[in-house]
Protein backbone atom coordinates (compact mmCIF):
# COMPACT_ATOMS: atom_id res chain seq x y z
CA UNK A 1 0.00 0.00 0.00
CA UNK A 2 1.14 3.53 -1.00
CA UNK A 3 0.04 6.50 0.82
CA UNK A 4 1.53 10.25 0.16
CA UNK A 5 2.52 13.12 2.43
CA UNK A 6 5.22 16.09 1.61
CA UNK A 7 7.02 15.36 5.07
CA UNK A 8 7.72 12.10 6.95
CA UNK A 9 9.47 12.52 10.00
CA UNK A 10 10.80 9.65 11.94
CA UNK A 11 11.02 9.86 15.77
CA UNK A 12 7.83 10.96 17.64
CA UNK A 13 9.93 12.09 20.69
CA UNK A 14 9.55 15.76 21.52
CA UNK A 15 11.29 17.10 18.44
CA UNK A 16 9.55 15.18 15.67
CA UNK A 17 6.12 16.42 16.93
CA UNK A 18 7.15 19.96 17.38
CA UNK A 19 8.54 19.68 13.56
CA UNK A 20 5.30 18.39 12.26
CA UNK A 21 2.99 21.17 14.18
CA UNK A 22 5.42 23.95 12.45
CA UNK A 23 5.63 22.30 9.31
CA UNK A 24 1.57 21.61 9.71
CA UNK A 25 0.64 25.18 10.40
CA UNK A 26 3.02 26.37 7.07
CA UNK A 27 0.91 24.58 5.12
CA UNK A 28 2.23 21.19 4.50
CA UNK A 29 0.83 17.42 4.99
CA UNK A 30 3.44 15.34 7.51
CA UNK A 31 3.30 12.13 9.12
CA UNK A 32 5.20 11.47 12.37
CA UNK A 33 5.96 7.67 12.68
CA UNK A 34 6.79 6.95 16.66
CA UNK A 35 8.08 3.61 17.69
CA UNK A 36 6.23 3.86 21.00
CA UNK A 37 2.47 3.48 21.62
CA UNK A 38 1.50 7.26 22.37
CA UNK A 39 -1.21 7.20 25.02
CA UNK A 40 1.28 4.92 27.67
CA UNK A 41 3.53 7.73 27.64
CA UNK A 42 1.30 10.35 28.24
CA UNK A 43 -0.88 8.82 30.69
CA UNK A 44 1.98 8.19 32.81
CA UNK A 45 2.38 9.11 36.54
CA UNK A 46 5.45 11.08 38.13
CA UNK A 47 8.18 9.59 38.00
CA UNK A 48 10.73 12.91 37.75
CA UNK A 49 11.72 13.08 34.27
CA UNK A 50 11.89 16.65 33.20
CA UNK A 51 13.03 19.17 30.63
CA UNK A 52 14.56 22.40 31.05
CA UNK A 53 13.06 24.78 28.43
CA UNK A 54 14.98 27.94 27.55
CA UNK A 55 12.30 31.31 27.30
CA UNK A 56 13.33 30.77 23.37
CA UNK A 57 12.43 27.40 23.40
CA UNK A 58 8.53 28.04 25.34
CA UNK A 59 8.05 30.91 22.23
CA UNK A 60 8.40 28.25 19.72
CA UNK A 61 5.78 25.92 21.57
CA UNK A 62 3.03 28.71 22.32
CA UNK A 63 3.47 29.48 18.61
CA UNK A 64 2.44 26.02 17.91
CA UNK A 65 0.09 25.96 20.07
CA UNK A 66 1.59 23.55 22.63
CA UNK A 67 2.02 25.50 25.67
CA UNK A 68 -1.27 26.32 26.05
CA UNK A 69 -2.04 22.79 26.98
CA UNK A 70 0.95 22.12 29.75
CA UNK A 71 -1.30 21.63 32.76
CA UNK A 72 1.71 21.79 34.96
CA UNK A 73 5.41 23.97 34.99
CA UNK A 74 8.06 25.02 37.28
CA UNK A 75 9.64 28.45 35.76
CA UNK A 76 13.13 28.98 36.78
CA UNK A 77 13.54 31.91 38.19
CA UNK A 78 17.30 31.43 39.69
CA UNK A 79 19.96 29.67 38.98
CA UNK A 80 23.13 29.27 41.10
CA UNK A 81 26.43 27.43 39.83
CA UNK A 82 29.37 26.30 41.98
CA UNK A 83 32.23 24.07 42.78
CA UNK A 84 32.76 21.45 45.25
CA UNK A 85 33.81 18.40 46.83
CA UNK A 86 30.53 15.70 48.22
CA UNK A 87 30.57 16.17 51.98
CA UNK A 88 32.84 19.01 52.10
CA UNK A 89 30.30 21.81 50.75
CA UNK A 90 30.86 24.41 48.03
CA UNK A 91 33.57 26.76 47.11
CA UNK A 92 32.87 30.59 48.49
CA UNK A 93 33.21 31.24 44.26
CA UNK A 94 30.08 30.98 42.36
CA UNK A 95 27.86 32.33 40.07
CA UNK A 96 24.11 33.14 40.31
CA UNK A 97 21.63 34.17 37.47
CA UNK A 98 18.47 36.10 38.54
CA UNK A 99 15.63 36.35 35.95
CA UNK A 100 14.83 39.59 37.22
CA UNK A 101 17.68 41.06 35.55
CA UNK A 102 16.04 39.83 32.28
CA UNK A 103 13.21 42.41 31.22
CA UNK A 104 11.60 39.39 29.06
CA UNK A 105 10.53 36.99 32.03
CA UNK A 106 11.75 33.81 33.50
CA UNK A 107 15.30 32.19 31.45
CA UNK A 108 13.02 28.85 31.64
CA UNK A 109 10.78 26.67 32.55
CA UNK A 110 10.68 22.94 34.14
CA UNK A 111 8.17 20.82 32.60
CA UNK A 112 7.92 17.00 33.53
CA UNK A 113 8.16 14.81 30.94
CA UNK A 114 4.31 13.12 30.74
CA UNK A 115 2.75 16.83 30.86
CA UNK A 116 4.96 18.13 27.85
CA UNK A 117 4.20 15.12 26.10
CA UNK A 118 0.36 14.76 26.81
CA UNK A 119 0.56 18.61 25.80
CA UNK A 120 2.15 17.55 22.01
CA UNK A 121 0.14 14.53 21.71
CA UNK A 122 -3.68 16.95 22.50
CA UNK A 123 -2.03 19.31 19.91
CA UNK A 124 -1.27 17.04 17.07
CA UNK A 125 -4.45 15.02 17.18
CA UNK A 126 -6.22 18.58 17.00
CA UNK A 127 -4.02 19.97 13.89
CA UNK A 128 -4.74 19.72 10.40
CA UNK A 129 -2.07 18.18 8.06
CA UNK A 130 -0.79 15.93 10.63
CA UNK A 131 -0.82 12.19 10.92
CA UNK A 132 0.44 10.09 13.68
CA UNK A 133 1.76 6.70 13.35
CA UNK A 134 2.26 4.94 16.57
CA UNK A 135 3.80 1.43 17.52
CA UNK A 136 5.42 1.56 14.04
CA UNK A 137 8.96 2.43 13.10
CA UNK A 138 10.70 2.65 9.97
CA UNK A 139 13.04 0.08 8.51
CA UNK A 140 14.03 0.80 5.19
CA UNK A 141 14.53 4.15 2.93
CA UNK A 142 14.95 4.72 -0.76
CA UNK A 143 15.74 7.91 -2.60
CA UNK A 144 14.42 8.97 -5.85
CA UNK A 145 15.36 12.44 -8.08
CA UNK A 146 11.85 13.55 -7.19
CA UNK A 147 11.15 12.06 -3.15
CA UNK A 148 11.94 9.32 -0.74
CA UNK A 149 9.85 6.43 0.24
CA UNK A 150 10.25 4.51 3.34
CA UNK A 151 9.09 1.21 4.50
CA UNK A 152 7.53 0.90 8.11
CA UNK A 153 8.04 -2.67 10.36
CA UNK A 154 4.58 -3.04 9.72
CA UNK A 155 5.12 -3.33 5.97
CA UNK A 156 3.02 -0.04 5.20
CA UNK A 157 5.22 2.00 2.12
CA UNK A 158 5.12 5.79 2.28
CA UNK A 159 6.10 8.41 -0.13
CA UNK A 160 7.27 11.96 0.83
CA UNK A 161 9.26 14.83 -0.43
CA UNK A 162 11.31 14.87 2.29
CA UNK A 163 12.38 12.37 5.02
CA UNK A 164 13.41 13.69 8.67
CA UNK A 165 15.49 11.92 11.13
CA UNK A 166 14.21 12.18 15.09
CA UNK A 167 14.99 9.29 16.14
CA UNK A 168 18.08 9.71 17.99
CA UNK A 169 21.57 9.23 18.56
CA UNK A 170 21.38 6.12 17.09
CA UNK A 171 19.36 7.43 14.26
CA UNK A 172 18.24 4.54 11.77
CA UNK A 173 17.64 7.38 8.79
CA UNK A 174 21.01 8.89 8.97
CA UNK A 175 23.00 5.35 9.26
CA UNK A 176 20.69 4.46 5.63
CA UNK A 177 21.78 7.63 4.31
CA UNK A 178 25.41 6.86 4.86
CA UNK A 179 25.86 10.06 7.15
CA UNK A 180 28.82 9.05 9.34
CA UNK A 181 29.10 10.28 12.88
CA UNK A 182 32.17 11.84 14.49
CA UNK A 183 32.50 11.67 19.37
CA UNK A 184 33.69 10.13 22.00
CA UNK A 185 32.50 9.07 25.59
CA UNK A 186 32.92 10.14 29.01
CA UNK A 187 33.53 7.48 30.84
CA UNK A 188 30.38 9.17 32.66
CA UNK A 189 26.93 7.83 33.55
CA UNK A 190 24.08 9.99 35.16
CA UNK A 191 21.74 8.90 37.50
CA UNK A 192 18.42 10.56 37.21
CA UNK A 193 15.63 10.60 39.76
CA UNK A 194 13.49 13.07 41.48
CA UNK A 195 13.55 13.81 45.75
CA UNK A 196 11.61 15.26 48.09
CA UNK A 197 12.73 18.03 49.99
CA UNK A 198 11.56 19.62 53.19
CA UNK A 199 12.05 23.59 51.76
CA UNK A 200 10.62 25.07 48.74
CA UNK A 201 13.22 25.56 46.39
CA UNK A 202 11.86 28.88 44.94
CA UNK A 203 12.45 28.03 41.82
CA UNK A 204 16.33 28.04 41.61
CA UNK A 205 17.90 25.63 40.21
CA UNK A 206 20.89 24.70 40.92
CA UNK A 207 24.55 22.80 39.37
CA UNK A 208 27.10 21.42 41.84
CA UNK A 209 30.51 20.88 40.14
CA UNK A 210 32.24 18.00 42.05
CA UNK A 211 34.91 16.10 40.16
CA UNK A 212 33.72 12.86 39.63
CA UNK A 213 30.86 14.97 37.46
CA UNK A 214 28.00 17.56 37.97
CA UNK A 215 25.23 17.02 39.85
CA UNK A 216 21.84 19.48 38.54
CA UNK A 217 19.19 19.96 40.91
CA UNK A 218 16.10 20.97 39.03
CA UNK A 219 12.49 22.77 40.60
CA UNK A 220 10.04 21.04 39.80
CA UNK A 221 5.91 22.41 40.17
CA UNK A 222 4.50 22.75 43.64
CA UNK A 223 8.19 23.65 45.33
CA UNK A 224 9.10 20.90 47.23
CA UNK A 225 10.09 18.13 44.31
CA UNK A 226 13.32 18.35 42.65
CA UNK A 227 14.54 16.49 39.33
CA UNK A 228 18.55 15.39 39.55
CA UNK A 229 20.97 14.47 36.89
CA UNK A 230 23.95 12.87 38.62
CA UNK A 231 27.13 12.60 36.74
CA UNK A 232 29.29 9.76 38.34
CA UNK A 233 31.84 7.36 36.87
CA UNK A 234 30.49 4.16 34.84
CA UNK A 235 31.95 2.47 37.76
CA UNK A 236 31.08 4.59 40.53
CA UNK A 237 27.33 4.92 38.73
CA UNK A 238 26.60 1.28 38.40
CA UNK A 239 27.65 0.69 41.75
CA UNK A 240 25.01 2.98 43.12
CA UNK A 241 22.14 2.58 40.74
CA UNK A 242 22.49 -1.63 42.37
CA UNK A 243 22.09 -0.37 45.41
CA UNK A 244 18.09 -0.07 47.62
CA UNK A 245 16.49 3.35 47.71
CA UNK A 246 17.81 3.97 51.57
CA UNK A 247 21.81 3.21 50.15
CA UNK A 248 20.88 5.02 46.88
CA UNK A 249 20.09 8.10 49.13
CA UNK A 250 22.76 7.95 51.67
CA UNK A 251 25.19 7.89 48.82
CA UNK A 252 23.15 10.88 47.44
CA UNK A 253 22.91 13.11 50.69
CA UNK A 254 26.53 14.43 51.31
CA UNK A 255 26.59 15.47 47.52
CA UNK A 256 23.16 17.10 47.62
CA UNK A 257 24.18 18.75 51.28
CA UNK A 258 20.93 20.06 53.13
CA UNK A 259 20.21 23.30 52.07
CA UNK A 260 16.91 21.76 51.34
CA UNK A 261 16.03 20.48 54.68
CA UNK A 262 15.60 16.52 54.87
CA UNK A 263 14.91 14.65 51.28
CA UNK A 264 13.96 11.65 50.27
CA UNK A 265 13.61 9.69 46.94
CA UNK A 266 10.30 10.23 45.46
CA UNK A 267 10.41 8.97 41.43
CA UNK A 268 12.08 6.15 39.84
CA UNK A 269 15.24 5.72 38.71
CA UNK A 270 17.22 6.02 35.54
CA UNK A 271 20.85 6.16 33.84
CA UNK A 272 22.06 6.90 30.83
CA UNK A 273 25.39 6.85 29.21
CA UNK A 274 27.06 10.33 29.14
CA UNK A 275 28.92 11.05 25.38
CA UNK A 276 29.38 13.50 22.30
CA UNK A 277 28.13 12.29 19.08
CA UNK A 278 28.12 14.38 15.58
CA UNK A 279 26.45 13.57 12.68
CA UNK A 280 29.25 14.43 10.11
CA UNK A 281 26.15 16.29 7.99
CA UNK A 282 22.74 17.41 9.11
CA UNK A 283 21.79 16.70 5.57
CA UNK A 284 21.32 13.94 2.79
CA UNK A 285 19.72 14.04 -0.35
CA UNK A 286 15.82 14.07 0.59
CA UNK A 287 16.67 13.44 4.47
CA UNK A 288 17.68 16.23 7.26
CA UNK A 289 18.37 15.30 10.98
CA UNK A 290 17.03 17.14 13.85
CA UNK A 291 17.68 16.93 17.50
CA UNK A 292 20.16 14.04 18.59
CA UNK A 293 20.19 12.80 15.58
CA UNK A 294 22.86 15.71 14.59
CA UNK A 295 24.09 16.21 17.77
CA UNK A 296 24.07 14.55 21.02
CA UNK A 297 25.54 16.87 23.63
CA UNK A 298 26.67 16.64 27.35
CA UNK A 299 23.52 17.35 29.77
CA UNK A 300 25.70 20.10 31.69
CA UNK A 301 23.87 23.03 30.94
CA UNK A 302 20.59 20.73 29.95
CA UNK A 303 21.02 22.01 26.45
CA UNK A 304 19.85 18.87 24.52
CA UNK A 305 16.38 19.53 23.76
CA UNK A 306 16.08 23.37 23.14
CA UNK A 307 19.34 22.56 20.75
CA UNK A 308 16.72 20.74 19.45
CA UNK A 309 13.91 22.75 19.02
CA UNK A 310 16.30 25.65 17.44
CA UNK A 311 16.68 22.80 14.99
CA UNK A 312 12.75 22.75 14.50
CA UNK A 313 12.48 26.51 14.22
CA UNK A 314 15.09 26.61 11.51
CA UNK A 315 14.19 23.33 9.45
CA UNK A 316 10.62 24.57 9.18
CA UNK A 317 11.42 28.15 8.18
CA UNK A 318 13.93 26.87 5.51
CA UNK A 319 11.16 24.71 3.98
CA UNK A 320 7.81 26.30 4.42
CA UNK A 321 9.63 29.52 2.93
CA UNK A 322 10.80 27.21 -0.32
CA UNK A 323 7.60 25.74 -0.33
CA UNK A 324 5.95 29.20 -0.52
CA UNK A 325 8.33 29.99 -3.51
CA UNK A 326 7.54 27.25 -5.75
CA UNK A 327 10.49 25.41 -4.57
CA UNK A 328 11.51 21.90 -4.32
CA UNK A 329 11.37 22.10 -0.50
CA UNK A 330 13.21 18.36 -0.75
CA UNK A 331 16.19 19.32 -2.36
CA UNK A 332 19.57 19.32 -1.32
CA UNK A 333 19.87 23.08 -2.03
CA UNK A 334 17.08 23.58 -0.05
CA UNK A 335 18.29 21.34 2.43
CA UNK A 336 21.86 22.94 2.74
CA UNK A 337 20.35 26.51 3.64
CA UNK A 338 19.34 24.69 6.91
CA UNK A 339 22.80 23.05 7.36
CA UNK A 340 24.39 26.67 7.18
CA UNK A 341 22.23 27.65 10.29
CA UNK A 342 22.47 24.72 12.37
CA UNK A 343 25.51 23.32 12.10
CA UNK A 344 28.14 25.62 13.26
CA UNK A 345 26.25 26.81 16.23
CA UNK A 346 25.02 23.23 17.52
CA UNK A 347 28.72 22.00 17.16
CA UNK A 348 30.09 25.11 18.84
CA UNK A 349 27.77 24.69 21.93
CA UNK A 350 28.63 20.99 22.07
CA UNK A 351 32.15 21.36 21.96
CA UNK A 352 31.91 24.15 24.64
CA UNK A 353 29.75 21.75 27.10
CA UNK A 354 32.32 19.16 26.48
CA UNK A 355 35.23 21.72 27.46
CA UNK A 356 33.53 22.71 31.19
CA UNK A 357 32.95 19.13 31.67
CA UNK A 358 36.39 18.68 31.01
CA UNK A 359 37.42 21.40 33.13
CA UNK A 360 35.11 20.67 35.89
CA UNK A 361 34.58 17.13 36.17
CA UNK A 362 38.36 16.50 37.70
CA UNK A 363 40.11 17.14 41.14
CA UNK A 364 43.10 19.04 40.08
CA UNK A 365 43.63 21.53 42.39
CA UNK A 366 45.25 23.95 39.83
CA UNK A 367 41.98 23.53 37.73
CA UNK A 368 39.94 23.87 40.75
CA UNK A 369 41.32 27.28 41.56
CA UNK A 370 41.15 28.68 38.06
CA UNK A 371 37.44 27.55 37.48
CA UNK A 372 36.51 28.98 41.01
CA UNK A 373 38.22 32.52 40.36
CA UNK A 374 36.35 32.67 36.82
CA UNK A 375 32.87 31.87 38.10
CA UNK A 376 33.46 34.39 41.09
CA UNK A 377 34.62 37.01 38.15
CA UNK A 378 31.93 36.35 35.85
CA UNK A 379 29.10 36.86 39.10
CA UNK A 380 30.90 40.15 39.79
CA UNK A 381 30.54 41.71 36.66
CA UNK A 382 27.02 42.20 35.78
CA UNK A 383 27.29 42.79 32.23
CA UNK A 384 28.97 39.67 31.34
CA UNK A 385 26.81 37.67 33.54
CA UNK A 386 23.77 39.28 31.98
CA UNK A 387 24.93 38.32 28.45
CA UNK A 388 25.47 34.35 30.14
CA UNK A 389 21.73 34.70 31.03
CA UNK A 390 20.69 35.80 27.70
CA UNK A 391 22.13 32.70 26.18
CA UNK A 392 20.90 30.38 28.75
CA UNK A 393 17.66 31.81 27.80
CA UNK A 394 18.33 31.21 24.27
CA UNK A 395 18.04 34.62 22.91
CA UNK A 396 21.33 35.03 21.49
CA UNK A 397 22.18 34.43 17.90
CA UNK A 398 19.93 34.30 14.94
CA UNK A 399 16.82 33.18 15.76
CA UNK A 400 14.22 31.59 13.62
CA UNK A 401 11.12 33.16 13.84
CA UNK A 402 9.20 30.51 15.89
CA UNK A 403 11.58 30.96 18.53
CA UNK A 404 11.42 34.43 18.66
CA UNK A 405 7.74 33.86 18.80
CA UNK A 406 6.49 34.64 15.53
CA UNK A 407 4.89 32.47 13.23
CA UNK A 408 6.46 31.74 9.86
Known sequence: MSEDCDILIAGGGLNGPALALALAQGGLRVTVVDSRPAPARAEAGFDGRAYALALASKRLLAVTGVWPRVDSFQPILKITASDGVAGQGASPFWLGFD???LEEGPMGFMVE???LYAAFLSALRETTGVTLLSGDSVVAQEVGAQGVTVTLASGRRIAARLLVGCDGRQSGVAARAGIRR??????????????RHEKNHEGTAHQFFMPAGPLAI?????????SIVWSESEA?????????????????RPRFGDFL???ALAGARFTYPL?????TSFVGPRVALVGDAAHGVHPIAGQGLNLGLRDVGALAQVVIEAARRGEDFGSLTTLEQYQRWRRFDSTTLALGMDTVNRVFSNGNPILRAGRDLGLGLVNALPGLRRGFMRQAAGLTGELPKLLAGQRI
Open 218 to 226: LPLAGGHHS
Open 113 to 115: DRH
Open 275 to 279: NLTLA
Open 236 to 252: AAQAIQALGDRDYLAAL
Open 99 to 101: SAE
Open 261 to 263: GEI
Open 182 to 195: TGWGYGQTALVTAI
